[in-house]
């Protein structure tokens, strides 16, 4: 029941009629020596951390020790309560503003779950908590799509990786996004290969971004990111749930994530050097938080 | 495989704002004092890469210290562990560096009292998890998430097949074992992940063997 690429884990899933998280605590169980009750519990209480996020983000008022953020989550329920139309719709909004508002409470140094990272833990449970309101889900469905996210983040981090400073934000915001995708496409009743085309499908639109926190703090732009991993992870899930195939297979695409954060400048792997924490705005704001003076390579 | 269970993907549950630089700082500072195996009285702390470049913005420091303190990542007096420090009588002190390091998250921290000092370093790799990658200036790959022995011993042949026939004796399963020392036949150290705890009757029974200096569980 090993699996290190994404086609192995499809495969095992679908020749021994499994779903992916039945795989993954199967997996877990062999390697961590734990029995089944064991894991599930342990993942449950992670659930209920990441549960107790989205409910101080969105109905406290959050607010970051820099002032940078916080408050969004909230603006966005009023929104989806009160605005005569939505344009993208309600359940996108509702996982943009739960992502939101996990992004916010991490932001504030409150209590979440890294998922696959803190940087990017809006994203799961946002999108996980929104589509089993949407889905009725029952709570075991939720628990099995953590164990879902976290076999594409396992593959996607032994693989590649996960950190912003090792290979940008698309590694960390484009693997929760990613991982977030392939978990609804289960909780939906997607098969194990749509939810690898929906982790294909959300990553390839993550390629390329660069982590540049301002004041190198996480909070702008990560908490927007979270946000639109959520939307992006949403409309990946539907689009494999609705036969829509990548054309490169996931697997070569996450070895292009990991080529591209290679590739790409130090300044712009989390070291607040570059990007939109070198822009003046940005440098701005670093001088009123640390009171400090510009930074240079 | 440098991730071995889901729970380092969907976790550690943590304070934020960062795993690689709260979390996993924390983890460092806290394998830090369980090597050094008692509350030191001063600690100095250099920072390498990102590590250095935004470890106010991250809280790396407070959670170094709250490592040291000897808290989990979850534990929410990491807020105010620099405080916590100086009320416990512990100066830390940060120095960040320019210096290229091979990870770009990277802390060397050296701990000391009157009885003597550690240098540990140590590198958050994402997620929250972090590897300590040197002892004393010995080369280390542990990952912080098994239980590790450390054994200093003298470079001498039998050392390695001593310890191992105690740990075989005990059941204890060796799941990955590294020996580094500095020059033939001066002193090495062990470092040993099992699959199953090394209790103190273990560990006195390892100490008690010819050619060891020190045993610590981590």
């Keep these: ?297 | 495989m440098k991730y071995r269970t889901v729970f380092d993907i969907i976790g550690p549950v943590m304070i934020g704002p960062s795993s690689s630089h709260t979390a996993g700082a924390a983890r460092i500072g806290r394998a830090a004092r369980k090597i050094f195996g008692r509350k030191p009285k001063r600690v100095k702390i250099t920072l390498y890469g990102s590590f250095a470049k935004t470890y106010r913005g991250h809280g790396t420091d407070i959670a170094l210290a709250g490592g040291i303190l000897d808290f989990d990542t979850f534990d929410k007096r990491i807020v105010h562990a620099l405080d916590i420090a100086k009320e416990e009588g512990i100066d830390i002190t940060f120095h960040p560096s320019d210096e290229l390091t091979e990870h770009p998250n990277t802390a060397r921290l050296l701990l000391e009292d009157e009885q003597g000092s550690v240098e540990v370093t140590g590198i958050s790799i994402g997620g929250g998890k972090m590897e300590i990658v040197e002892l004393n200036g010995f080369d280390l790959r542990l990952s912080g998430n098994d239980p590790v022995l450390l054994v200093l011993h003298k470079d001498q042949f039998g050392a390695v097949a001593k310890v191992a026939s105690v740990l075989a004796n005990h059941q204890i399963n060796i799941a990955f074992m590294q020996v580094s020392r500095k020059e033939k036949g001066a002193q090495a150290l062990m470092s040993i992940e099992t699959d199953q705890p090394v209790g103190p009757d273990v560990q006195s029974e390892i100490r008690n063997l010819p050619g060891i200096d020190g045993v610590t569980v981590l």
């Excluded at chain 1, 020749?15 to 009750?37: A, F, G």
């Excluded at chain 1, 953020?69 to 603006?75: I, L, N, V, W």
């Excluded at chain 1, 990613?178 to 609804?184: D, E, F, G, R, S």
Aim: proline residues 3%; glycine residues 8%.
């Design chain 1, 1 to 297: 029941m090993r699996f290190r690429t994404m086609a192995e884990l499809v495969e095992i899933a679908e020749t021994e009629n499994l779903k992916i998280s039945e795989v993954m605590i199967l997996h877990e169980m062999d390697v961590m020596n734990r029995s089944r009750e064991d894991i599930f519990e342990e993942m449950s209480r992670n659930l209920d951390v990441m549960e107790q996020a989205i409910q101080r983000g969105v109905t406290e008022d959050i607010r970051s020790h820099s002032g940078l953020t916080g408050g969004d989550a909230k603006r966005i329920q009023q929104y989806i309560n009160s605005a005569p139309v939505l344009l993208s719709g309600k359940t996108v909004l509702d996982a943009v503003s739960r992502a939101t508002a996990v992004s916010e409470v991490n932001a504030a140094m409150g209590t979440i779950v890294a998922t696959p990272t803190a940087g990017a833990c809006g994203i799961l449970p946002g999108t996980i908590h929104t589509a089993a309101k949407k889905l009725n889900s029952d709570r075991e469905t939720m628990v099995r799509a953590l164990f879902t996210a976290g076999a594409v983040g396992y593959v996607i981090a032994n693989n590649a990786c996960i950190s912003g400073a090792a290979g940008g934000c698309q590694a960390e915001v484009g693997s929760a996004t990613a991982m977030a995708a392939a978990a609804v496409v289960e909780m939906a009743g997607g098969t194990p290969s749509m939810s690898a085309e929906a982790v294909a499908i959300a990553l390839k639109n993550m390629l390329g971004l660069v982590c540049d926190p301002v004041a190198g703090l996480v909070e702008a732009p990560c908490v927007k990111r979270n946000a639109m991993g959520a939307a992006i992870a949403m409309v990946a899930a539907d689009l494999a749930l609705a036969g829509v195939k990548s054309v490169i297979p996931t697997d070569e695409v996450i070895d292009a994530m990991y080529k591209i954060g290679q590739s790409m400048p130090v300044a712009l792997k989390e070291t607040a050097l570059g990007g939109l924490a070198a822009t003046p705005t940005g440098r701005a704001h670093e001088r009123r938080i640390f009171g400090t003076t510009d930074k240079s390579e």
